[in-house]
């Protein structure tokens, strides 16, 4: 419900104004003559070709998921639920050790592929054999909690786009997830420390509270994937808007702020990382 009149302002003031879905799926941005700030994206694109820089990214994010998955299973046994996540909660602690020491590309997206599937099998062994999850599986989902998963992150990936755009980045290129053509690569970037302390640690809870049942997805034929039925689907959107109003420290920003806000605070912690106004990304850490 934007007026023209204050359309026209904030193109005389020099304010951008972006526009999203309910969900944060990025639409648009309305930006005066100057356009984006092409010395950020450029410096973007130039670290993007730095393959140490790169690294040292990449790095960061994967760590951050890393420790973030490992609270997420010992906030989930904190709860109550009975499997043991120490086990699960050491190894993963070793797994964030080697991914800091991590030399290449490939030896740090190795450690992360087994460090999540690690994450995975313990949240399927928390659930229990209600729900009969023992991986995680996409393209398409084939049983209600992978559909959950699937669905969460990509209601994260959406809002991760939308914080990227307004901190002025390039949402195609990434350091993480390589460029291709569509691809939020960057996006994808930012959210994977935010996976856990979001969509697992919500699935968790509907799943083991019992406001979610395995009765509210259908199943669809061979190929076609499992998908949640309306009233499931209404009860993850109200649980996933209530998860990312929930306020929290944040490191970087010294104050209490939403997860929602969480994520823009980090793009732009990011784009200071870029713009070389801070040595190193601190990813957000869940306690």
């Keep these: 419900m934007l007026t023209t009149p204050f359309l026209r302002k904030a193109l005389v003031h020099g304010i951008e104004v972006v526009l999203t879905e309910e969900d944060g799926e990025f639409l648009g941005r309305l930006t005066g003559p100057d356009g984006p700030d ?9 670290l993007a070709d730095r393959n140490a820089a790169k690294l040292d990214l990449a790095t960061a994010f994967v760590a951050g998921k890393i420790a973030n998955m490992r609270t997420c299973l010992l906030r989930a ?9 120490e086990p699960t909660a050491a190894r993963l602690l070793e797994a964030r050790k080697n991914a800091l020491l991590a030399t290449s590309p490939a030896a740090l997206m190795g450690v992360e592929g087994a460090a999540s599937r690690d994450h995975f099998v313990t949240l399927g062994k928390i659930l229990g054999p209600t729900w009969s999850f ?9 049983d209600p909690v992978n559909a959950l998963l699937s669905f969460g992150y990509t209601l994260l ?3 991760a786009a939308a914080a990227v755009e307004l901190a002025g980045l390039d949402p195609g290129v990434g350091f993480l997830h390589e460029m291709r053509r569509g ?12 996976r856990p302390l979001i969509v697992d640690h919500l699935v968790i809870g509907l799943c083991t509270s019992g406001k979610l049942s395995p009765s509210g997805f259908t199943t669809q034929d061979e190929g076609k994937g499992c998908r949640m039925d309306r009233e499931a689907l209404y009860t993850f959107l109200a649980a996933y808007e209530r998860r990312m109003l929930t306020v929290a420290n944040h490191p970087t920003a010294g104050r209490r702020v939403s997860y929602r806000t969480a994520l823009t605070v980090q793009a732009r912690h990011l784009a200071d990382v870029i713009a070389d106004r801070v040595p190193a990304y601190i990813p957000i850490s869940w306690r």
Excluded: I, K, N, Y
């Excluded at 092409?38 to 130039?46: I, K, S």
């Excluded at 046994?77 to 996540?85: I, K, M, Q, S, V």
């Excluded at 023992?134 to 084939?142: A, I, S």
């Design 77 to 85: 046994a904190r709860a109550g639920h009975l499997e043991p996540t």
């Design 38 to 46: 092409v010395e950020l994206r450029h410096a973007q694109h130039r």
């Design 157 to 159: 990936t959406r809002e």
């Design 134 to 142: 023992v991986q995680r599986r996409r393209r398409p989902p084939p």
């Design 183 to 194: 691809r939020p690569s960057l996006a994808l970037d930012l959210m994977e420390e935010f």
